[in-house]
């Protein structure tokens, strides 16, 4: 079955309350979240998902050289980072897509939905 990559984005500088306006209506998207989450994994859809820490956190490596570099913070300066993610397994992108509006819905963000190579897509682009 093909797998999507379901990325959650949000601001680039969080609140004590992360891209949330209270504690509760944090809560509640946790809430909403776990049980999205809960049932995925029941359908046999979740493959991993995960929040990640703000985009402030990261390293940014670059290992082309002979010696690779290491910089604080994130590759790409932007007003919204990427700070969660699921990934799934869908019959097909309306499948993904309807599973993203569910989550989007569950996690209070926006989601991009976006599908993993495939052994044909591979075979598609090395083609004559």
Request: charged residues 30%; negative net charge.
């Amino acid at each position: 079955m093909p797998r999507y990559l379901l990325s959650v984005f949000g601001p680039a500088d969080p609140t004590e309350f992360g891209t949330y306006p209270s504690r509760e209506e944090m809560l509640d998207a946790f809430a909403a979240t776990g049980a999205f989450n809960d049932r995925l994994r029941d359908e046999g859809r979740l493959v991993f998902a995960d929040g990640l820490e703000p985009a402030s956190t990261a390293t940014t490596v670059d290992g082309q050289a002979e010696r690779p570099t290491f910089t604080d913070g994130p590759y790409l300066e932007t007003k919204e980072h990427l700070g969660g993610f699921w990934v799934i397994e869908a019959a097909d992108l309306d499948e993904a897509l309807a599973l993203a509006a569910e989550g989007s819905r569950a996690c209070r963000g926006t989601v991009e939905v976006r599908p993993f190579r495939t052994e044909e897509s591979v075979r598609a682009l090395t083609e004559d």
